[in-house]
Nanobody
């Protein structure tokens, strides 16, 4: 089965950090552009960040700029999202996917969705 498996979510206080991991299963991540999405309760899914297959180009939604960092480790077939200075409004389920382009991210389109990992930012 071709999918991602997310991990690393949890409960963190405002101002804290988390690193989300996303392992590709059943396919090779190396040649794919990748992205992270999130969906907060009662809200639509939104794109968070995107990384090109080469790693040479990135995109961050405005709310993520300066706080989140997307990365990949092709040797481990895994992608990451480092989240710093977390805010209560970052509370959501975070998903990773193979995402062809920035436009695809902005439109919420991706492949090989995982089950998501819950992030709760609360004191």
């Amino acid at each position: 089965q071709l999918q991602f498996v997310e991990s690393g979510g949890g409960l963190v206080q405002p101002g804290g950090s988390l690193r989300l991991s996303c392992a590709a299963s059943g396919f090779t991540l190396r040649y794919r552009a990748i992205g992270w999405f999130r969906q907060a309760p009662g809200k639509e899914r939104e794109g968070v960040s995107w990384l090109s297959s080469s790693g040479g180009a990135t995109y961050y939604a405005d709310f993520a700029k300066g706080r989140f960092t997307i990365s990949r480790d092709n040797a481990k077939n895994t992608m990451y999202l480092q989240m710093n200075s977390l805010k209560p409004e970052d509370t959501a389920i975070y998903y990773c996917a193979s995402v062809a382009s920035i436009v695809s991210l902005q439109q919420g389109r991706g492949d090989y969705w995982g089950q998501g990992t819950q992030v709760i930012v609360s004191s």
